[in-house]
Structures are given as structure tokens and as C-alpha cells.
């Protein structure tokens, strides 16, 4: 079955630096994405979305770029915080209102 | 402010005991609730699907007797894990739909089954 996955498992940066966490999703009818960020014994917080009729779209100190020739989506964190470390998830949603979700990316930022 | 609200946020007890846990939309009323379990560094395991006032449409391998699911209001879907044991221990979470929004996720239940 179509599925959405992640590139990288694990993402160590360092504090102040800018993060990019990849996506990668195979249903072409997928119209709209989600990103989300969960934290240690948390539930999933909503950062950004976009639609499939944009390739980008920025949010504080958050950009989301969609590339739907090839099926890519990123999430660039910029100037990332020690507050950023956690889990992230894509998530992605086509004819049914039901989100799938990659395996996630855990981001781990250094002081 | 949080949109969702789960409670309890943990529960430990004993093997045999059923345990419920309730999702609450808090600013919106919403058409749609989903319930998830979450393995440790796993991602989101989608259970079943709720609507109000009609049956949870269950994911293929998750139990209907074992894991029930009520949504008797536009604001609260209850998910009740019946005689739980060790193997149920896990995170469990719920989310809330209202439209062509993004779902908000609830805290989520530690349940721990001794």
C-alpha cells in the first residue's frame, strides 16, 4: 500500500544552527500535509501545514517545501533551540480525511 | 490553550481490570475522533476511527471487544480497554477532526497493566 516514510531517523544538530527534517510520500492523490511535534510523553502538537497547491510556506522560524514532482516534503527549523528536540512527524492526507504518518524523525539539538 | 483534552494522563493497574479513558474537544465540536497507540520510538499506530452517534470503524488486528470505543457527543469520544493485560501496557492517544482542519492530539494515556 502507498505509505509516507522518513529519510533520517536521527538528526543531531547543534544549538543555533538550521535543521532540515525530509519526508518522503508515494499517494500522488495526497493534497495535504501536516507537521508535528512530539515531545516526550506528549501527545503530537500541529507546527505547519501546507496544500498541495503551494511548494511553500513559512511559519515562525519554521518553513515547510513541497515538491510534488518527486514526492518530498521538509521541514527547515531555522536557528534551532534545545526546546526543538523532539520527535517530528509528517503526515499526509488524500481522499480520505484519515492522516497517515511517517515513522518519524527524532531531532536532538546540542547547547 | 490545548483543543484536546485526554485524561487520565496515567494509569497503572492491575491484569483484569478495564480501564477508560476519555478524549474531550474542548473549543470545537468534532466530527471525527481517533484513537492511536504509540510503541516506545514507534510511530503513530491508528486503532479506530469514531463519528458521533455511529459505530468506531476499527483498523485491521485491533480487537472491537477488546478495545470499545463510545462516542455519544460531539465533544467526547471514550475509549475503555476491557480486562487489560500486560501486553496492553502502551501509550495511547487521541485526536480530534472538525472540517478540513488538522486533527489536534490529546496528551495522551501512560497505561501500564501489572
Known amino acids: 500500500g502507498e505509505s509516507v516514510g522518513l529519510h533520517l531517523p536521527t538528526l543531531s544538530v547543534q544549538e543555533g544552527d538550521n535543521s532540515i527534517i525530509n519526508c518522503a510520500y508515494s499517494?500522488?492523490?495526497?493534497?495535504?500535509f501536516i507537521w508535528y511535534k512530539q515531545e516526550s510523553g506528549k501527545g503530537p502538537q500541529f507546527i505547519i501545514d501546507i496544500r498541495s497547491n503551494m511548494d511553500k510556506r513559512q511559519g515562525q522560524r519554521v518553513t515547510v517545501l513541497l515538491n510534488k514532482t518527486v514526492k518530498h516534503l521538509s521541514l527547515q527549523i531555522a536557528a534551532t533551540q534545545p526546546g526543538d528536540s523532539a520527535v517530528y512527524f509528517c503526515a499526509e492526507r488524500g481522499g480520505s480525511y484519515i492522516p497517515t504518518f511517517g515513522r518519524g524523525t527524532s531531532l536532538i539539538v546540542h547547547p | 490553550g490545548a483543543v484536546v483534552s485526554q485524561h487520565p494522563s496515567r494509569v497503572i493497574c492491575k491484569s483484569g481490570t478495564s480501564v477508560k479513558i476519555e478524549c474531550r474537544s474542548l473549543?470545537?465540536?468534532?466530527?471525527?475522533m481517533f484513537w492511536y497507540r504509540q510503541f516506545p520510538k514507534q510511530s503513530l499506530m491508528l486503532m479506530a476511527t469514531?463519528?458521533?452517534?455511529?459505530?468506531?470503524?476499527?483498523e485491521q488486528g485491533v480487537e472491537k471487544d477488546k478495545f470499545l470505543i463510545n462516542h455519544a457527543s460531539l465533544t467526547l469520544s471514550t475509549l475503555t480497554v476491557t480486562s487489560a493485560h500486560p501486553e496492553d501496557s502502551s501509550f495511547y492517544i487521541c485526536s480530534a477532526l472538525w472540517g478540513n482542519q488538522p486533527q489536534h492530539f490529546g496528551d495522551g494515556t501512560r497505561l501500564s497493566i501489572l
Open positions: 473549543d470545537f465540536q468534532a466530527t471525527t
Open positions: 469514531s463519528n458521533e452517534g455511529s459505530k468506531a470503524t476499527y
Open positions: 499517494n500522488s492523490a495526497s493534497d495535504y
